[in-house]
């Protein structure tokens, strides 16, 4: 997830899915991994820019960290002027806690809750700052994955 307008390189991304198990040693770790199909819309209206996105992500856990690999495409909208934010990458430092998931892509940090039994959907808020210009700008919206 790649490329936002002004030549701020937003990276949305990621997803997960978790069941976490129990023995007389106490909790397991959460078992994730898999395909999922992401999505995911963001913007700041004060800028006039808006991005939507989908991707399919492919992850693999150790622990309760979890890497990804992406394949995304999308649109972003700045003031009328359409931009391709098509792009793979990847995703080093993704973390489970419970039912939460959390990592950071370049510039953004997202955060989901993951929901099903077992876990098949992922729904979450972005947070993307940019200080290229010396002045910080927020770029946020929602996100969500299904598998």
Not at 21 to 48: R, V, Y
Request: glycine share 12%.
């Amino acid at each position: 997830m790649r490329a936002l307008w002004l030549g701020v390189a937003v990276v949305a991304v990621a997803a997960l899915g978790a069941c976490a198990a129990t023995d007389a040693t106490g909790p397991a770790a959460t078992t994730i991994g898999g395909n999922w199909k992401f999505q995911e819309t963001l913007g700041n209206a004060s800028i006039g820019l808006t991005c939507g996105d989908s991707a399919q992500i492919s992850i693999s856990q150790s622990g309760q960290t979890f890497t990804a690999s992406y394949t995304q495409v999308g649109t972003c909208n700045s003031n009328g002027q359409l931009q391709d934010n098509s792009a793979t990458g990847t995703i080093g430092d993704g973390r489970i806690s419970g039912t939460t998931v959390t990592f950071d892509e370049d510039i953004c940090a997202y955060q989901a809750t993951l929901s099903g039994t077992p876990p098949d959907t992922m729904t979450g808020t972005v947070t993307c700052t940019d200080t290229s210009t010396g002045q910080p700008i927020i770029i946020a919206g929602t996100w969500s994955a299904t598998r």
